[in-house]
């Protein structure tokens, strides 16, 4: 689950020429360690929605890669991924 | 010591009093601004309006194919001409706003905006239409702005104004982290913020507050009512406003919810025809859009009231996608991303978006040549604005069509 967030996050900071990273910690801030803007974030949201069918920003933004994990987990119990 | 402008993204500070003797020491004049430094632009202008010269603002991320479709040219050192001795002279701040407050009627600032039909087209203010909602009083003299805005565009130049002319502070919010944005409104204690949905939208969830705030300013799209409670809970003492602004015509109306009202000395100066809301041209920058007696904006508005007149926007008319602020013209994109070898056609839309409001998508019909995603979105990076690139592209076998055979958008 969790390698398969880094390689959502890898795609989503390719596109914008940023430098990928190789492992994420629950704890590391979206903006703030894993340099996500404005944009990453938008795109983020829709990527994660297309394979997890959650929008995960839909009541606010979150902060850290662990809030995201909550979202998805508490969306039905389970990793509901799509396909 | 006074500040003019604080920038940490260029770790750059000015004061009122190091900004009026670099003023002195300006020898030259180039009608063309392109530069990301904020102290750049907002000086660019402070020069020009001394010498009444026109000022041509561009974006600093434009491409050079950008540049040469808008203004001809992507050189612009050749149209540097040397300041006569003495022009740029003032004393101190009180004279210098003085005189900026009694700018010439001779000059403008153009800047460029999205066209509804293709390339982006041209706007050109005077001195009067660029500043007729700027707020000049006592009560505004001690304010400081968070500035949250592209400095080119004209929501970032409505700030600049409002702030320059009333002798305000100035520090830089846009492109910095909500960390960094908390951090700068507490260090400088900022009073005031006008800015996208989407800036305010990025502050949340917070869990400071912010006493300095006196008024928070957004534009667009409303706020629902849980992020209206976050951040009632982070400013607890602004008020929220929100503004209705087109580069056009500048800010034409403000309300304290998504229900606006029109000043009775204007009312006169708008029309609604088919839902859609007209604006009088004596209220418009010169453009380059053929108005003839009334500019249609292509927003579609409901009303309230009839007398006195009270409305609220629904939708927009024509095709122009907000993302995050920016107006973003898909025919635009479309015509760039055709020109890619290997694209036989093309189709860019939105997709209604958490973070930015909306979310520009394309879809790509391929000939029979492969081409990579990476190639292409380096292509677009090279030719179009960073937020006008799509960030969903997909590869698809045909683009789905309307009965009338048009490429189909929504």
Known sequence: ?83 | MELFLRDIKDNTRFEWKELISDLKGTIDYNPYCKTDSYYGVFKHIIVSMMLGKELILLDSDFSNDELLKLTGYSQYASFTEPIPEGLLNVNDKTDLIEKLRNTSIDWKVTLFTSGTSGIPKKVTHNFNSITRFVKISERNAKDIWGFAYNPTHMAGLQVFFQALLNGNSIIRLFGLSPTEIRREIKANVITHISATPTFYRLLLPCEDTFHSILRITSGGEKFNERTMMQLTGIFPNAKITNVYASTEAGTLFASDNDIFSIKTEYEHLIRIENNELLIHNSLMGLSDLNISDWYYTGDLIEIINEKPLTFRFISRKNEMINTGGYKVNPHEVEEIVLTFSGIKNARVYSKSNSVLGNIICCDIVCDENLISEASFRSFLQSKIQEYKIPRIIRFVDELSTTRTGKVKRD
């Open chain 1, 1 to 83: 689950m969790e390698q398969r967030l880094l390689e959502i996050f890898n795609t989503v900071l390719q596109n914008r020429g940023k430098e990928t990273r190789t492992k994420i910690s629950l704890k590391s801030n979206l903006r703030d360690d894993i340099g996500f803007d404005s944009l990453d974030l938008a795109e983020l949201t829709v990527r994660i929605e297309a394979e997890y069918d959650i929008d995960i920003f839909e009541n606010g933004i979150v902060s850290t890669v662990g809030e995201i994990m909550d979202k998805l987990k508490t969306n039905n119990g389970t990793f509901s991924k799509r396909h």
